[in-house]
């Protein structure tokens, strides 16, 4: 029978459950068990796909299509789990199932109710993952303990963990021991509060797990363990991070949490755990022999997890070259509006223009990518930013002065860029897209064939807008690569510029499928360029 684990989290918002939940997913792959990641959010969106990246992040792209919470980016960053549309359910998916089933009459007239119907709904969706050949799923509940939005997942799982058995079933709760600097002490009462919550809509965890800036004496895990319940080697420490997120499994082995978990679940297929490949990659990353700067000329810079996927594949890309990426994070409006930093990104090893919608801040990443090409700066444009590179090439090589994407200028003279064609009669918000993973050929010789030493890939997009096919042969004949279509040819998903060191931008998202010990071959092989620029610079 599948064992399933779910992940809580208490007293504050953001304190790293997906990543703890990989971290378990990750550690259990490497014992031989096969693994099934899952997150359940409260909010009533349907999905992330319409949210702003200052409220949610970046939206996490899966194969399928489905526009996930970025939580999913760590599960597949740190396990080989297969995610799909029923890997992330919210509050409003949940809620439209249970609405369309009543409008079809499927409750045979009954009053439809929080509990059973939209409970049992939650519960089958976690059903959906426990197929067979999996020996664990593990469900992480968004938002923190106390908020009125997660009481029916609360209520779900608790009943789930009823009808399967606790031999069958394992709750984990993450919480702050937050360190008081006038005192002198860390306080477990937060915790305890946490706890208690959650005891009282009848879920008592099985371990608590303790994030916290300072080390957790003995006497605050008995205490922890005296007043929730649990033994004291089920309180786990989970010390913030000094160097790296890829850091937090070896604290949960330091605590034994994995061993403890395949004991509590009767897990016997259950091998030794080998982390040697994780320790290769953490002793690379503690140990670079150089260090490149990349410049990340983004609409949200300043916010960290909105470009969280692109700054993690940077990471896997340097340790692939032995090196150290120090990322600049730059407002792309501030390309066009200031002097210093259009003079700062010419003293960088590499720049790279990730995706985004709308106007604001385009211009400025026109301006960047002017300068990573008359500098022969290694440049790399993904997504908008593949746009981007388009549109300056067509005013600055091209001579198309007003050259455009219909996004940002309907009815332009020139629109290099434009609504793909068999979505121009589609109006509905989230229903122009193209999204998921797409076949995309790459041309004999190009750098992209290089980097992937191959001539078929499939990458995952999310856009609406791509390169006017009508230009193609005005763009080949200036000297503008296409390096990778679609298979019949008529959309253009790579470009590169063979007289520059390294210029290569794409319409799809290859930091998607970045690992830490696999990095992707795109970002690898634009470290790479951008350790040849340093190099060379120095040289000189």
Not at 247 to 261: E, G, S, W, Y
Not at 281 to 301: D, H, M, Q
Request: proline share 4%; aromatic share 8%.
């Amino acid at each position: 029978m599948t064992k399933h684990i779910f992940v809580t989290g208490g007293v504050v918002s953001s304190l790293g459950k997906g990543l703890t939940s990989a971290s378990i997913g990750m550690l259990l792959e490497n014992r031989g068990l096969s693994v099934r990641m899952q997150k359940l959010d409260p909010y009533i969106n349907v999905d992330p796909g319409t949210m702003s990246p200052y409220q949610h992040g970046e939206v996490y792209v899966l194969n399928d299509g489905s526009e996930t919470d970025l939580d999913l980016g760590h599960y597949e960053r740190f396990t080989h789990s297969p995610l799909s549309s029923d890997s992330n359910w919210t509050t409003g998916r949940i809620y439209t199932k249970v609405i369309e089933k009543e409008r079809r009459g499927a409750y045979l007239g009954k009053t439809v109710q929080v509990i059973p119907h939209v409970t049992d709904e939650i519960k089958g969706c976690i059903k959906r993952l426990a197929t067979e050949g999996v020996d664990v799923v593990i469900t992480e509940i968004g938002g923190t303990i106390g908020d009125i939005e997660s009481l029916p997942f609360l209520e779900a799982i608790r009943q789930f963990g009823q009808e399967v058995g606790k031999e069958n079933c394992i709750y984990i709760h993450l919480t702050l021991v937050p360190y008081l600097k006038a005192a002198g002490e860390l306080k477990t009462k937060p915790t305890q509060h946490s706890v208690g919550q959650l005891r009282q809509i009848g879920i008592q965890p099985d371990f608590i797990i303790c994030r916290s800036e300072r080390h957790l004496d003995r006497s605050d895990c008995e205490k922890i363990a005296l007043f929730c319940n649990v033994p004291s080697n089920h309180v786990v420490e989970e010390l913030d991070a000094d160097f790296s997120i890829y850091q937090v499994p070896l604290a949960l082995v330091d605590n034994k949490l994995d061993q403890m978990i395949v004991e509590r679940l009767g897990l016997t297929n259950a091998r030794a755990l080998d982390l040697t490949d994780w320790h290769n990659f953490l002793n690379a990353l503690r140990n670079p022999k150089k260090e490149v700067t990349i410049a990340v000329v983004g609409k949200y810079a300043e916010h960290k997890d909105a470009y969280k996927s692109i700054y993690e594949a940077l990471v896997h890309g340097g340790v692939a070259n032995e090196a150290s990426v120090r990322i600049l994070r730059i407002l792309s409006e501030n390309v066009s509006d200031r002097e210093e930093t259009r003079a700062l990104l010419e003293t960088v090893d590499g720049i790279l223009l990730p995706g985004g919608f709308g106007e604001r801040g385009v211009e400025g990443k026109i301006d960047a990518v002017r300068i990573a090409r008359e500098r022969n700066i290694p440049f790399f444009g993904i997504c908008l930013g593949m746009q981007c590179a388009v549109i300056e090439y067509a005013r600055n090589v091209l001579g198309f002065s007003d050259a455009n994407s219909t996004e940002f200028e309907p009815g332009i003279q020139h629109p290099v860029i434009c609504l793909m064609e068999e979505q121009r009669d589609i109006a509905e918000m989230g229903a122009t897209m193209r999204l998921g993973s797409q076949p995309t050929e790459l041309l004999v010789g190009s750098r992209s064939a290089s980097a992937y030493g191959c001539l078929d890939i499939n990458e995952r997009h999310r856009h609406r807008y791509e390169f006017n096919y009508s230009y193609r042969d005005r763009f080949i004949d200036a000297g503008m690569t296409i390096a990778g279509s679609s298979r019949n040819g008529k959309l253009v998903e790579i470009v590169e510029l063979d007289d520059h060191p390294w210029f290569v931008a794409v319409q799809f998202h290859p930091e998607f499928k970045s690992k830490p010990t696999v990095p992707h071959p795109l970002f690898k092989a634009f470290v790479a360029a951008a350790v040849r620029h340093k190099r060379n610079e120095s040289a000189e």
